[in-house]
Nanobody, 122 residues
Framework: QVQLVESGGGSVQPGGSLTLSCAASGFAFNVYAMNWYRQAPGKERELVVTIRSSGETTNYADSVKGRFTGSRDNTKNTAYLQMNSLKLDDTAVYYC???????????????WGQGTQVTVSS
């Protein structure tokens, strides 16, 4: 069975840091891109960063560039999101997503975690 479990969320003051983890199991983690998304109440879900299977990152949201760093450890089937210099507007539920376009098809495989709450407040 496929499972993505986020952890590491919590409450932090502005300027603080948190590291989120996404532990994956039940699928070929090493051939999937890993995405971090977030969604705040009343706002659209937004892509925070894409972490390619190689570990290279792309698609950082403009709002997090220079503050957040996505990474992965394929030996541990885990993706990470290091968040520094947190702002009030970073408050959201953060989700990890595994995504793969199936070669030679018009199909894709996508899995989602349950989300973890990050609250930035004074």
């Amino acid at each position: 069975q496929v499972q993505l479990v986020e952890s590491g969320g919590g409450s932090v003051q502005p300027g603080g840091s948190l590291t989120l983890s996404c532990a994956a199991s039940g699928f070929a983690f090493n051939v999937y891109a890993m995405n971090w998304y977030r969604q705040a109440p009343g706002k659209e879900r937004e892509l925070v960063v894409t972490i390619r299977s190689s570990g290279e990152t792309t698609n950082y949201a403009d709002s997090v560039k220079g503050r957040f760093t996505g990474s992965r450890d394929n030996t541990k089937n885990t993706a990470y999101l290091q968040m520094n210099s947190l702002k009030l507007d970073d408050t959201a539920v953060y989700y990890c997503n595994a995504f793969r376009v199936i070669p030679g098809t018009v199909s894709a495989s996508s899995y989602w975690g349950q989300g973890t709450q990050v609250t930035v407040s004074s």
